[in-house]
């Protein structure tokens, strides 16, 4: 059974850090892209950033890029996402996803394959 299990969300305050984490188990394959997704209050889901899973190679959405970061621990099969500078604008439910094929698309969520639970990150201003 694959799951991806999130945490490390809560409430910051607006300039803070945080970073969340997301513990992937069950795959029996290497996914290609781990990304990261957000959805705010009465909001569609957007893309945060994403990270090949072998090559380590990063990719951001314009808003987050420069303050936030992704990394991946092989050995632990998990992904993080440090969040620094943060905004009102941040807070969010916070997924993270598993694709487990290439794809050039990767901002738009239907290319993922597993998706966690979400964390929430809240922003006090």
């Known amino acids: 059974q694959v799951q991806l299990v999130e945490s490390g969300g809560g409430l910051v305050q607006a300039g803070g850090s945080l970073r969340l984490s997301c513990v992937v188990s069950g795959l029996t394959f290497s996914p290609y892209f781990m990304g990261w997704f957000r959805q705010g209050p009465g909001k569609e889901r957007e893309f945060v950033g994403t990270?090949?899973?072998?090559?380590?190679?990063?990719y951001y959405a314009g808003s987050v890029k420069g303050r936030f970061t992704i990394s991946r621990d092989n050995a632990k099969s998990t992904v993080y996402l440090q969040m620094n500078s943060l905004r009102a604008e941040d807070a969010a439910m916070y997924y993270c996803a598993a694709s487990s094929s290439y794809t050039n698309n990767y901002r738009n969520s239907n290319q993922y394959d597993y998706w966690g639970q979400g964390t929430q990150v809240t922003v006090s201003s």
């Open positions: 990270i090949t899973w072998t090559g380590g190679i990063t």
